[in-house]
């Protein structure tokens, strides 16, 4: 398939309708779990396989080309392909999961996720524990033994003291985190919010502090606050010790629009933008020190996903190209990328087909 394009009619409907597809493709993620792409680049076919763990029925056509080249292979994991590490996370009864922004959307999608690929515990943080009707939902249908695997937990990533006090936590309960997902994040829609801008006139300097907070001091805050939990080894099981994999991961949502090398036109969006481009320099300076504890940091770009900030800026063609993707996909795709994950992958930026973007 071809990229879209805007059909020849005059030249000011022609410029209008560029406008328009430009903003519908260039979507963000928000702590609702929207997303960001610049689809009017190339786009070539991707070879598809329902085999592939963590594939709902949906089937995405494209696969993104990007501007410039990554210091990083791709990630494969058409195969069904399991890292040694994963597979030991994965089967471990005492492994504990922490997923930032779980109240609805692919953050709950990560903690159903979780809950299916995982025998560990999965603490899922929320803004406000008592107002999270669908996480509520679904726990309430969960059996008992699945039901005793979620531990639901505050946090607010602009909030120092609640990040200490989920440490602190963290630390008298388990003594051990052995993956955390920083999924919270926010992106505005113009309406309610200053952003996302169109205009360099249109920053506002309360709207930008407030992108920087959420998007990249937040989640790097929260990953440094875990750091000596990521790297425990008390509580470690007799298979992990055995098969040697005791390595840890950290997963970020990161956005394609974060990419310098890929920013080649479209719509500004400047404070998202920045705070992503941010939290991928977080991510990749990280990495050689998480490493050296044995654990392993990515960001990830989950294309557009259909989730309420997204609905804005959709349209009927973009859904009808299959460009605006279930939510269960995207996160069972983001799942198999990060099970598939070595350490020569860490501090990269990949999207869902397990591309490696440029920074």
């Not at 406008?19 to 689809?39: E, F, K, P, Q, Y």
């Not at 492994?95 to 930032?100: I, P, W, Y």
């Not at 699945?146 to 003594?175: A, C, K, M, W």
């Not at 009808?320 to 990328?337: A, H, Q, S, W, Y």
Request: hydrophobic share 35%; aromatic share 8%.
């Amino acid at each position: 398939m071809k990229a879209y394009s805007i059909m020849r009619i005059s030249s000011r409907a022609c410029i209008s309708a560029y406008r328009r597809t430009c903003l519908a493709s260039i979507i963000s993620r928000s702590h609702d779990g929207a997303v960001a792409t610049n689809s009017d680049l190339n786009i070539r076919p991707i070879i598809r396989s329902p085999s592939v763990r963590g594939f709902s029925s949906f089937q995405p056509p494209l696969k993104n080309t990007y501007h410039g080249t990554s210091v990083y292979k791709d990630i494969s994991f058409e195969n069904n392909t399991i890292s040694t590490a994963a597979a030991a996370r994965n089967n471990d009864s005492e492994a504990v999961f922490v997923v930032t922004g779980a109240s609805r959307s692919m953050g709950l999608q990560f903690v159903k996720e979780l809950l299916h690929r995982t025998k560990g515990k999965v603490v899922a943080c929320v803004l406000r524990p008592g107002s999270a009707p669908a996480l509520e939902s679904h726990l309430n249908g969960l059996g008992r033994d699945d039901r005793s695997r979620v531990d639901v937990h505050g946090l607010d990533v602009t909030n120092i003291d609640q990040i200490d006090e989920l440490s602190r936590y963290l630390t008298e309960e388990y003594g051990r985190v052995d993956g955390l997902f920083n999924v919270a994040g926010v992106l505005g829609d113009r309406t309610n919010t200053a952003g996302p801008e169109m205009k360099l006139s249109e920053m506002d300097y309360n709207w930008a502090k407030h992108q920087m907070e959420v998007n990249a001091i937040g989640p790097m805050m929260v990953s440094s606050k875990l750091a000596p939990l990521l790297k425990a080894r008390k509580g470690r099981n007799t298979y992990l010790r055995t098969t040697g994999a005791q390595e840890s991961i950290v997963v970020n949502l990161s956005a394609r629009v974060a990419s310098m090398s890929d920013n080649t036109g479209g719509v500004a969006w400047y404070t998202y933008r920045m705070s992503k481009a941010a939290l991928n320099a977080g991510v990749r300076a990280s990495a050689h020190e998480l490493r050296r504890g044995g654990t392993w940091t990515i960001a990830l770009y989950p294309g557009m996903t259909d989730t309420d900030m997204s609905k804005p800026f959709q349209t009927p063609a973009l859904k009808e190209k299959g460009l605006v993707f279930p939510v269960d996909f995207t996160v069972g795709r983001l799942m198999n990328i990060v099970d598939a994950m070595e350490e020569e992958h860490s501090g990269g930026m990949y999207d869902w087909s397990g591309q490696a973007i440029p920074f």
